[in-house]
């Protein structure tokens, strides 16, 4: 199916991707319109002792032209590695010296919604379940110390190389998938294993998911006149197009959280997160995971919900946060008198499905849980 739209590129959807589509919010006009949406430009700048000035200067570009990105500026007033900046496309990152000193760092600004919803202490030892190419551990370990695991050793060879320019020496990689499957697919003992469960203060699981989110991902199967020329590498690189391949993408995400779970503390964090527009990805995994893990427990996101959550796009309505849903949850004491709670529901402030309609990178979700000692609240602020 081909669009026109004179203003943008034309996408030309495969059949088995207009399917997939209906599995999300998006019909393919809607989908189509995002993917012609702006194409924005990130940074994070881990120095927080550079000026405006100073970064303009090396990254070569004009000091207006660098926007600090509004929603993000309450994760950097915590944790000042975490400044995000809008860049024009002729920005010098890979000349600059910030580039080479790994002060700065290519991101999407939604990834910056994670960490700073996990936000660890500096004492914290975390855990990132699907850590490769590391983006998100590289924030996390300029925060506490990371133990970082992906099933890809190519990705993780990537990881590795941005660990090292940054030089970041609190964290850790391990190249092994989580699952059951995988342990019988490697048919060794992952040294995963030899952590005992309950043992990290925080989980990131940034699972593997089908990308429709990430809408840079997705241009990037498409030639320079939006034709149809790459589309067999779009269905290529999107294994988990047809229903059936749906289903096992869903159990291995599945998967993926109640592993994460399992080595959280009692009342530490884990954020469960994807780039995936699709309600099987997020909410139903969410849903299927709280009704069989009576120790799980929603919690309040660190940031202010909207009444109607379906209704604003990001913690603040700014266009460079894009993503469908993001909650938290809260892990309660191993006890036989924990009562099995009822039936997953979203209370308010606890679950957000972000509408991308403005949205420039791609979609996020994001879920947040806590495990929680001896049932008593561990209170609101994070
Ligand atoms: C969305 S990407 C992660 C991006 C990464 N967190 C970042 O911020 O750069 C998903 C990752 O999940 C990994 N993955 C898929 N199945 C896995 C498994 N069974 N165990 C561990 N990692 C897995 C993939 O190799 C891929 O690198």
Redesign the pocket.
């Known amino acids: 199916m081909a669009q026109d739209d004179s203003a943008g590129r034309s996408f030309d959807l495969p059949e088995a991707f207009l399917d997939y589509l209906t599995s999300t919010p998006y019909s393919a006009e809607e989908y189509h319109a995002l993917l012609q949406s702006p194409e924005e430009r990130y940074v994070r700048i881990r120095d927080p002792t550079l000026s405006l000035a100073t970064i303009a200067q090396r990254l070569q570009v004009d000091v207006t032209e660098l926007v600090e990105v509004s929603w993000t500026k309450r994760f950097a007033q915590r944790h000042p590695t975490l400044r995000v900046f809008r860049i024009p496309e002729t920005a010098a990152v890979r000349q600059s010296d910030l580039y080479d000193s790994g002060d700065v760092f290519g991101v999407d600004a939604s990834?910056i919604a994670c960490v700073g919803a996990l936000d660890p202490e500096p004492c914290d030892h975390v855990l990132?379940?699907?850590?490769?190419?590391?983006?998100?551990?590289c924030c996390l370990a300029d925060l506490c110390t990371v133990t970082g695991?992906?099933?890809?050793r190519q990705?993780l060879t990537v990881a590795r190389s941005q660990v090292k320019r940054c030089k970041l020496s609190n964290s850790e990689l391990m190249s092994e998938?989580?699952?059951p499957r995988?342990r019988k697919q490697t048919r060794k003992r992952p040294k995963v294993e030899a952590f005992a469960p309950d043992v990290f203060d925080g989980v990131l699981v940034?699972?593997?998911?089908a990308h429709d989110g990430s809408l840079k991902h997705i241009r990037k199967f498409f030639d320079e006149r939006g034709k149809t020329s790459k589309l067999q590498s779009l269905e290529e690189h999107m294994p988990w197009l047809s229903e059936a391949k749906r289903t096992e993408l869903a159990q291995?995400q599945f998967e993926?959280l109640c592993r994460g779970f399992q080595l959280l503390k009692e009342g530490g964090k884990l954020i469960y997160c994807t780039?995936s527009f699709s309600e099987a990805q997020n909410e139903e995994v969410i849903r299927r995971f709280l009704a069989q893990e009576p120790r799980a427990q929603m919690d309040p996101l660190p940031w202010e919900m909207p009444e109607n959550p379906v209704e604003r796009s990001t913690p603040e309505p700014e266009p460079e946060m894009n993503g469908t849903l993001t909650a938290r949850v809260r892990k309660l004491l191993r006890s036989p008198e924990v009562p099995c709670r009822p039936a997953f529901d979203l209370p308010p402030g606890t679950a957000c499905r972000f509408d991308p309609q403005r949205s420039a990178t791609g979609a996020l979700f994001i879920a947040r849980l806590r495990k929680e000692h001896g049932g008593e609240g561990v209170g609101e602020g994070w």
């Open positions: 990834s990132e379940i699907c850590c490769a190419p590391g983006t998100k551990l695991v992906d099933i890809n990705r998938g989580l699952t995988d940034d699972a593997e998911c291995l993926l780039c």
